[in-house]
């Protein structure tokens, strides 16, 4: 080893993250004294180094899989703690969540847009020309507003008794009632029964026959339901009434707007809506 000789003693300082043993000793150029100079670790290939901050432009680095350059990320990685965004996320790929995804407003668009709430509130679409596909079965409990009008309920009540003006029938529902008010109707329109009936008075005649009863939604049977004959003569309507009194049917005569009275002999018919 050569020898070095200086004509003034040679001082070395520690720094920050150096460590000198004979830091600030003046050292002669021919003294024997052994200088060690250290960082606070090792640093190598395989070394593990920790830097408490590490400022520099451009940041590379690449260990074969992973690469950070230029604000990208290249390769694979996998975050096993928490990974908070503080601004916009973009992902240009797929995104696929193990757990559960939990977020304050979702919103998505592909030919159409659809909102989730963290309400629980969804939106779908965004124009009236928007179109939605779905296969498979659906699943609501609430109401339902379609173009503005609630709808609370599909009703299977056959007798259409409920008067909701927010439920929509059933096919069977409509077919059902119609069916058997058309039955019923049809039945009533088709009766027409002639019967002979008994001096009671000069002004009531009676009949042993019961009155058709209307169904619901058709006036009430009435004395224009019937035609009253009097000896063969039609009788007018206008002066005549009629009562059910139990099993009986009886015809009341307004004497004075008719012109005659009643007599034992006459004989009185009627046809109309009876029973049977």
Do not use: C, W
């Not at 079965?137 to 173009?147: A, E, P, V, Y």
């Not at 002639?194 to 058709?218: D, I, K, M, R």
């Not at 005569?253 to 809506?273: H, M, P, R």
Request: glycine share 8%; hydrophobic share 35%.
């Amino acid at each position: 080893m050569a020898n070095i000789s200086f004509n003034e003693p040679i001082v070395i300082e520690a720094g920050t993250g150096v460590t000198v043993n004979l830091s600030g000793v003046e050292l002669f150029g021919k003294q024997s004294r052994g200088v060690e100079i250290s960082i606070g670790q090792i640093v190598a290939k395989t070394s593990d180094v920790v830097f408490n901050q590490l400022t520099t432009s451009p940041v590379i680095i690449d260990n074969g899989n992973l690469r950070l350059n230029s604000n990208t990320i290249t390769g694979s990685f996998t975050q096993t703690g928490n990974l908070i965004f503080s601004s916009n996320f973009t992902s240009n790929g797929n995104l696929t969540v193990d757990g559960t995804l939990t977020a304050e407003k979702i919103e998505t668009e592909y030919t159409q847009s659809v909102t989730l709430f963290e309400s629980g509130s969804t939106v779908f679409g965004d124009t009236l020309d928007d179109t939605h596909h779905m296969t498979g079965s659906m699943l609501t409990t609430g109401s339902l507003t379609l173009n503005a009008y609630k709808i609370t309920e599909i009703s299977d009540d056959t007798s259409l008794t409920d008067g909701s003006s927010t439920a929509i029938v059933t096919e069977n529902a409509i077919e059902t009632y119609a069916n058997l008010h058309t039955k019923t109707i049809n039945t009533y329109n088709r009766k027409s029964f002639a019967y002979t009936g008994s001096f009671v008075s000069v002004s009531t005649a009676s009949f042993s026959a019961l009155s058709a009863s209307a169904p619901s939604g058709y006036t009430g049977t009435t004395v224009h339901d019937f035609m009253f004959f009097l000896n063969g003569v039609i009788m007018e309507n206008d002066s005549l009434n009629i009562e059910q009194s139990g099993s009986t049917f009886l015809l009341k005569v307004n004497n004075s707007t008719l012109g005659y009275n009643l007599e034992a002999q006459d004989e009185i018919v009627s046809f109309g809506k009876f029973n049977s």
